[in-house]
């Protein structure tokens, strides 16, 4: 990083929005009411709530009456829109695209069971997904058919169910019979849904409360296809899950074996225990004597320790080294020193936030363009291959290298084993900007913090994976649109997060939450002080 970067932003008068992940404590969005006869152009932007599942969405509200009739349009050229309501008495209905034509916009007619308030969500069919929008209300046309909610049988986690298709039922589309069952459960909860027949083949969908929609049509079992149906998954909302039996062939009828059971954990989590697993080398510079100051950088290194303490994670040996202290001898030391405590289940991080910079080599396998990456201690740089033994030396359940520095991405090669993973703020020959509006030195420094914190648990199993951290992260970097970036010649580009999971996989655990009484209690035996 380096500070002449905050003048880049200044000059391009750049105004970036604070996505919802950086805003914990900011308040609702109000809710809008909605009449007939009425439309509202709105946009879906980082500020809107954003439901567990990643949609964001504005919400608005109709006061109505029983029997009375609405027609309601979500339109967007920008995203795939979707439309949900909600009322009394657990009405719910939902529409993804409006069927009338080849658009992707939503339509809804329905006639309003109880007198009261219903809930609208303007939101997207895609999670992340932003852009303008128009939503209308009006009176559909005499004769015009009200959608009406299809029933669902109740169905508990644990159930299993003898059902039959036969022609008296719900029909799937114009060909295909279908029951429908309704499961209320909570966010994180792990499920297996298993249907099979020995009379049809068997299709299987599950429906979340946002309606995003999973769908298996034949399982496997050791290897072998079969013609029954699963789905293993975690439930990413709370709320009501609508489970559809239906079959693959048109106009099937027969009996079926529907369960719904707690799915078994993922055996890529089983080495991640809860607790202050997460041994922790963070540093972080702002304070340079030989060439200029950085804001918030060392902030950035007490700032994830801290965190981690507070969330519990924090193995005690745990240290932040932050200006004066940062010497290249300290952080040797440091990493030394973590190679030695760490044990077999542990995540042993190294961190850093300050400026990087490029030295010139020759040219080699090893470094293409002729030059060498640093990271710029208190009292002189570290370059890759110095810093390379270090990381080898490491050994715990999985290593995660984040370098928030100019040229980072020149890091890469620390990603030399299966269990290492690598987060590098820039690419090899671009800078990487100070995330002032964020009062972090970095955005990657300020991502994964939030991340680790829990924002990156996506399902809500309570265990951060190598993939969810890494869709966290690469989410917010997007969302904060184009960050300028500059060549060492002073050539203009933009910074783009580099993430090297090496031979991780995207289910493979990298740290498990605790309960935030579990926390409490864990940072209390690590001690209360800021390292």
Same mark, same amino acid.
Request: aromatic fraction near 6%; include cysteine; charge should be negative.
């Given at each position: 990083?380096?500070?002449?970067?905050?003048?880049?932003?200044?000059?391009?008068?750049?105004?970036?929005?604070?996505?919802?992940?950086?805003?914990?404590?900011?308040?609702?969005?109000?809710?809008?009411?909605?009449?007939?006869?009425?439309?509202?152009?709105?946009?879906?932007?980082?500020?809107?709530?954003?439901?567990?599942?990643?949609?964001?969405?504005?919400?608005?509200?109709?006061?109505?009456?029983?029997?009375?009739?609405?027609?309601?349009?979500?339109?967007?050229?920008?995203?795939?829109?979707?439309?949900?309501?909600?009322?009394?008495?657990?009405?719910?209905?939902?529409?993804? #695209?409006?069927?009338?034509?080849?658009?992707?916009?939503?339509?809804?007619?329905?006639?309003?069971?109880?007198?009261?308030?219903?809930?609208?969500?303007?939101?997207?069919?895609?999670?992340?997904?932003?852009?303008?929008?128009?939503?209308?209300?009006?009176?559909?046309a005499a004769g015009e058919r009200a959608e009406a909610?299809?029933?669902?049988?109740?169905?508990?986690?644990?159930?299993?169910?003898?059902?039959?298709?036969?022609?008296? #039922?719900?029909?799937?589309?114009?060909?295909?019979?279908?029951?429908?069952?309704?499961?209320?459960?909570?966010?994180?909860?792990?499920?297996?849904?298993?249907?099979?027949?020995?009379?049809?083949?068997?299709?299987?969908?599950?429906?979340?409360?946002?309606?995003?929609?999973?769908?298996?049509?034949?399982?496997?079992?050791?290897?072998?296809?079969?013609?029954?149906?699963?789905?293993?998954?975690?439930?990413?909302?709370?709320?009501?899950?609508?489970?559809?039996?239906?079959?693959?062939?048109?106009?099937?009828?027969?009996?079926?074996?529907?369960?719904?059971?707690?799915?078994?954990?993922?055996?890529?989590?089983?080495?991640?225990?809860?607790?202050?697993?997460?041994?922790?080398?963070?540093?972080?510079?702002?304070?340079?004597?030989?060439?200029?100051?950085?804001?918030?950088? #060392?902030?950035?290194?007490?700032?994830?320790?801290?965190?981690?303490?507070?969330?519990?994670?924090?193995?005690?040996?745990?240290?932040?080294?932050?200006?004066?202290?940062?010497?290249?001898?300290?952080?040797?030391a440091a990493l030394q020193r973590a190679a030695r405590?760490?044990?077999?289940?542990?995540?042993?991080?190294?961190?850093?936030?300050?400026?990087?910079?490029?030295?010139?080599?020759?040219?080699?396998?090893?470094?293409?363009?002729?030059?060498?990456?640093?990271?710029?201690?208190?009292?002189?740089?570290?370059?890759?291959?110095?810093?390379?033994?270090?990381?080898?030396?490491?050994?715990?359940?999985?290593?995660?290298?984040?370098?928030?520095?100019?040229?980072?991405?020149?890091?890469?090669?620390?990603?030399?084993?299966?269990?290492?993973?690598?987060?590098?703020?820039?690419?090899?020959?671009?800078?990487?900007?100070?995330?002032?509006?964020?009062?972090?030195?970095?955005?990657?420094?300020?991502?994964?913090?939030t991340g680790l914190s829990g924002e990156a648990d996506?399902?809500? #199993?309570?265990?951060?994976?190598?993939?969810?951290?890494?869709?966290?992260?690469?989410?917010?970097?997007?969302?904060?649109?184009?960050?300028?970036?500059?060549?060492?010649?002073?050539?203009?580009?933009?910074?783009?997060?580099?993430?090297?999971?090496?031979?991780?996989?995207?289910?493979?655990?990298?740290?498990?939450?605790?309960?935030?009484?579990?926390?409490?209690?864990?940072?209390?035996?690590?001690?209360?002080?800021?390292?």
């Open positions: 990083m380096r500070a002449a970067a905050l003048l880049i932003a200044t000059a391009l008068g750049l105004s970036l929005s604070l996505p919802a992940a950086a805003q914990p404590n900011r308040p609702p969005r109000p809710v809008l009411p909605l009449a007939t006869g009425q439309g509202h152009a709105g946009e879906l932007t980082p500020l809107d709530t954003q439901r567990r599942s990643g949609k964001y969405e504005d919400v608005y509200r109709i006061d109505g009456r029983r029997g009375q009739r609405i027609e309601l349009n979500l339109s967007s050229d920008d995203f795939d829109p979707y439309l949900l309501v909600t009322g009394p008495g657990g009405y719910v209905m939902s529409n993804d #695209d409006d069927g009338r034509g080849e658009t992707l916009n939503s339509r809804l007619v329905i006639e309003l069971p109880e007198d009261g308030s219903y809930r609208v969500s303007a939101t997207s069919f895609s999670p992340g997904a932003m852009g303008a929008y128009r939503l209308a209300a009006a009176a559909p909610p299809q029933p669902a049988m109740a169905i508990a986690l644990g159930s299993t169910v003898n059902g039959r298709l036969d022609r008296d #039922d719900l029909r799937f589309g114009d060909d295909k019979f279908q029951d429908r069952y309704r499961l209320t459960a909570r966010r994180g909860d792990r499920v297996r849904v298993s249907v099979g027949s020995p009379d049809f083949d068997t299709v299987l969908n599950l429906q979340g409360p946002d309606g995003a929609t999973q769908s298996n049509d034949d399982s496997q079992d050791n290897g072998d296809v079969s013609t029954n149906s699963r789905i293993d998954t975690v439930l990413a909302e709370d709320g009501d899950y609508v489970v559809t039996v239906t079959s693959y062939a048109a106009n099937a009828t027969g009996k079926y074996r529907l369960s719904i059971e707690p799915g078994t954990p993922n055996p890529r989590h089983a080495g991640v225990q809860a607790g202050p697993r997460v041994l922790a080398v963070a540093v972080g510079v702002s304070d340079y004597e030989r060439m200029s100051d950085l804001p918030h950088t #060392d902030g950035d290194a007490t700032e994830l320790l801290a965190a981690l303490r507070q969330n519990g994670q924090l193995h005690p040996q745990s240290i932040a080294l932050t200006n004066a202290q940062a010497t290249t001898e300290a952080v040797r405590t760490a044990g077999p289940n542990d995540l042993v991080m190294f961190f850093f936030s300050g400026h990087g910079d490029q030295v010139d080599v020759p040219r080699s396998a090893r470094e293409l363009d002729g030059r060498a990456e640093t990271i710029e201690l208190y009292d002189a740089a570290m370059t890759d291959v110095q810093l390379e033994p270090l990381i080898d030396g490491l050994n715990g359940r999985t290593v995660l290298v984040a370098i928030d520095s100019c040229y980072s991405g020149g890091f890469r090669n620390l990603v030399n084993r299966p269990n290492v993973m690598g987060l590098f703020s820039s690419e090899e020959d671009l800078t990487s900007l100070v995330a002032a509006r964020l009062e972090a030195g970095g955005y990657l420094s300020y991502y994964l913090r996506q399902d809500g #199993d309570r265990v951060i994976s190598a993939g969810e951290l890494a869709t966290y992260l690469r989410r917010n970097f997007r969302l904060e649109g184009d960050i300028p970036a500059t060549t060492r010649e002073d050539e203009s580009n933009y910074q783009y997060l580099l993430v090297e999971r090496g031979g991780l996989h995207v289910d493979d655990g990298l740290v498990r939450l605790g309960a935030p009484a579990q926390a409490a209690v864990a940072s209390n035996q690590a001690g209360g002080k800021t390292p």
